[in-house]
């Protein structure tokens, strides 16, 4: 059953962001969806400030940086830094359109957070998006994010560094924390899930249960796939979380995930596989909620009860916590 509040919120979005979206092309989805999204974007909460950067990746080509920092405190020390990516598909989403997302963090947990302009799909298909996002989790790790330093702190965002997303942001996330295990790099401190997309085909039984779910069905989940990953394996093997041999090594693991969601059990499934491997994983179900629900936290109980659990689990990781 839907939160009342959640009914409301889906009727909101609807009118502006119909469903159905994943046969239109990726310009006309982007238009649409960045209407919503601002629609949906509040301003900046009190005491947020920005700045905006550019970083060359190893490639060559440009990524988009922003950096909230919560300077309602002057001269108290930042603890931390959060790498954050957009979910939208691998096909939508920018700075702007997760700004709600990656603010609030900012002004809840006292770190600095970071979103990440990464390539989109069809346009650049995988591992384009993971290979963006990977050279700017080793940049942040070793101090070469091009940030000036802040006024009031006078510093650049710094470690200890956790790593967030949601859907397919969190695909990313969890990818680029598995390929810096596998590479033996350290430095990342916590891993949140949001809502998490984690393979190229959703778990069971949600897959089949939610199939028809409000905001996000299964055949949508398979055309941003396909823009992505293609219609035919194979595929990168480091881009698909699940497809992982392995799930030792991790850092500590929060998948925040909602019921009415066909990738529900995604996040289920890649938590038990990280406690069975003897991590620290921790999986929370929102009773009524729906993928993309935190759009709805200025009004949403249940979305609201995500972002604090999505925020306790940063904070507990923070140098504060450690």
Known sequence: MLEPEMAAFIERSTTLYPAHQSASSPREQREMYDRYAAAFTPPLP????????VFEAKAGHLIKLRLYRNDAQP??????????????????????SHQLVTARIAADTGLDVIAVDYRLAPEHPAPA?????????????????????????????????????????ATLAASVAMRLRDDRVEGIHGLALIYPMLGTEPQMPARDTEAHAPMLTLADVHAFRDFYWGK?????????????????????????????????????????????????????????LVHGCLRALESS?????????????????SSHAT
């Open 75 to 96: 001269g108290s020390a930042v603890r931390g830094t959060v790498l954050y990516f957009h979910g939208g598909g691998f096909v939508l989403g920018s700075l702007d």
């Open 129 to 169: 998006a993971h290979d963006d996002c990977l050279d700017v989790t080793l940049a942040a790790l070793n101090g070469r994010l091009p940030f000036k330093p802040f006024n009031t702190f006078g510093q650049p965002p710094h470690n200890p560094l956790q790593l967030a997303g949601d859907s397919a942001g």
């Open 46 to 53: 009190a005491g947020i400030v920005t700045q905006d950067a």
């Open 232 to 288: 035919e394996p194979p595929y990168p093997a480091w881009t698909i979380p699940l497809d992982a041999t392995r799930f030792n090594g991790l850092p500590p693991t929060l998948a925040a995930a909602v019921e009415h969601d066909p990738l529900r059990d995604d996040a289920r499934v890649f938590i038990d596989r990280v406690n069975a491997a003897g991590g620290a994983g921790r999986l929370w179900i929102g009773a009524g």
């Open 301 to 317: 109980p249940g979305a609201q009860a995500l972002h604090r659990e999505v925020c306790q689990f940063l904070r507990a990781h």
